[in-house]
């Protein structure tokens, strides 16, 4: 068994990886790690056995029970890191220098140069042996978003056009919209940063499928709830690396329309994802004047608990799975600052790593 800690912003960073780590059969949670000790305390009381998991926190100073007296601890081997946006990059480094295995939630930092540096500094300053770090992005353990895939890779084809739909709205008494970081963010894009490259990540999960991804991108932004600052939304126009175009909407301002869509079309037919159903339209066999239309439905499942496992099972073969690599969240983080810096240019056009 490895022994790992949850270091969380409270209880709500991680509601689902607790029992995700715990129904794990090769983790066992030993600590978990919090700014207060009150919100520490409420992360360890709801695991399965609180008297079994130690506390620590910054704040009141308490001698031996700081985030540093938790990584010396010989015992827990990985550390599962939620922290906000702009805090979590120096504890991912700071883990890894003590030598725990990480997952990091995403993004992989707040912006793509702090990202660079960080990955740089991995790929570099840790030598041989160094522990494993992979970025935790749900969305591409979910259950409908792999069958999507696997769908997109059957179809086959050449991709004609892709499209992401994203609208709904964040109330004020959302407990996510409730934390000050959030409230208040010093960090690009607000909760298009922090949710929306969830939604980019699924996108490019499925036009990895076509054999396809996104090389430029230009979009205009808008605010349409005021309390969602800076930018609520984007509307964009992209295209990938063969030059098929494509279109990109996220809204977290719109009261009265909620959907999440990613459609992929290719010249064998259509797949279109939600996160409980897959609709495929292709061809019949080789006839391309008759179509076979499928529709498949999927029980909601946010991929948490799959994302953990692919963890633990990377600790024991010694290697991170390729879609959790820092480098994988990396790009989806890059596409994401593209549009908003498009946004705030006027629709200026953004390529994508160069």
């Known amino acids: 068994m490895t022994g790992i800690a949850l270091l969380g912003a409270g209880i709500f960073a991680r509601e689902e990886h607790l029992p995700a780590i715990e129904a794990s059969p090769t983790l066992t949670l030993k600590a978990v790690y919090s700014r207060s000790q009150q919100s520490a305390e409420a992360l360890a009381a709801a695991s399965k056995d609180p008297s079994s998991v130690a506390v620590y926190f910054d704040k009141p100073a308490v001698e031996g029970k700081t985030l540093d007296d938790l990584l010396q601890r010989d015992d827990i081997a990985a550390v599962d890191i939620a922290l906000p946006i702009l805090h979590q990059p120096g504890v991912v480094e700071k883990a890894l220098k ?56 059957e179809i086959g084809g050449e991709l004609v056009t892709f499209r992401l739909v994203k609208n709904g709205s964040v109330r004020s008494d959302n407990k996510y919209f409730n934390t000050e970081w959030r409230k208040t963010p010093q960090y690009q894009g607000g909760f298009l940063l922090d949710g929306g490259v969830h939604f980019v990540a699924g996108l490019r999960f499925l036009l990895a499928a076509a054999g396809q991804d996104i090389k430029q991108v230009a979009g205009f932004t808008a605010l349409l709830d005021e309390k969602l600052i800076p930018v609520d939304t984007i509307h964009a126009v992209a295209l990938t690396r063969d030059g098929k175009p494509g279109t990109i909407g996220i809204s ?18 259509v797949v279109s994802w939600n996160p409980t159903e897959v609709k495929t339209v292709a061809r019949k066999g080789d006839r391309s004047d008759e179509r076979v239309e499928e529709k498949k439905e999927f029980p909601y499942s946010s991929g948490v608990t799959e994302e953990v496992a692919a963890f633990a099972k990377a600790i024991e073969a010694g290697k991170i799975e390729a879609i959790q690599t820092p480098a994988e969240a990396l790009n989806d983080l890059e596409i994401l600052q593209r549009l908003l810096e498009s946004g705030a240019g006027g629709a200026t056009v953004k390529s994508i790593g160069v």
């Open 98 to 153: 003590a030598g725990k295995h990480v997952l990091s939630e995403k993004p992989v930092a707040g912006d793509v140069e702090s990202a660079q540096k960080l990955i740089a500094w991995y790929e570099g300053a840790l030598g041989g042996g160094k522990p494993l770090w992979g970025v935790a992005e749900n969305w591409r353990y979910m259950e409908s978003i792999r069958y999507a895939a696997q769908r997109v890779r």
């Open 252 to 269: 977290f301002g719109t009261e009265f329309k909620s959907d999440t869509e990613v459609e992929i079309v290719t010249t064998n037919g």
